[in-house]
């Protein structure tokens, strides 16, 4: 599935995915000295990633529902750093 929405992206996206993910996987690389394990970078980089357009779409007006859409995201994120990591 996500394999397919990937396909749809304009190449230059999937081009600075592709790099964003790599300089993920670096940093992870070194996560017993820097600390900063893909979970942490996932945390940093999903809300840029999966930013909405402006759509008119507003945030969950319940912080549950707000969390529960942060870690939604948080995981939907690391699964493609997985995905685009093993190519």
């Given at each position: ?55 008119g ?25 997985q ?5």
């Amino acid at each position: 599935f996500c394999k397919s929405l990937l396909s749809k992206l304009p190449p230059c996206h999937i081009s600075l995915l592709t790099e964003i993910v790599q300089l993920c996987i670096a940093i992870d690389a070194q996560s017993a000295s820097n600390r900063m394990s893909l979970s942490n970078l996932v945390i940093i980089f999903a809300p840029c990633i999966l930013w909405e357009n402006e759509s008119g779409a507003s945030s969950p007006k319940d912080p549950r529902a707000a969390a529960m859409q942060i870690a939604d995201a948080q995981k939907a994120v690391e699964f493609l750093f997985q995905i685009i990591g093993s190519e």
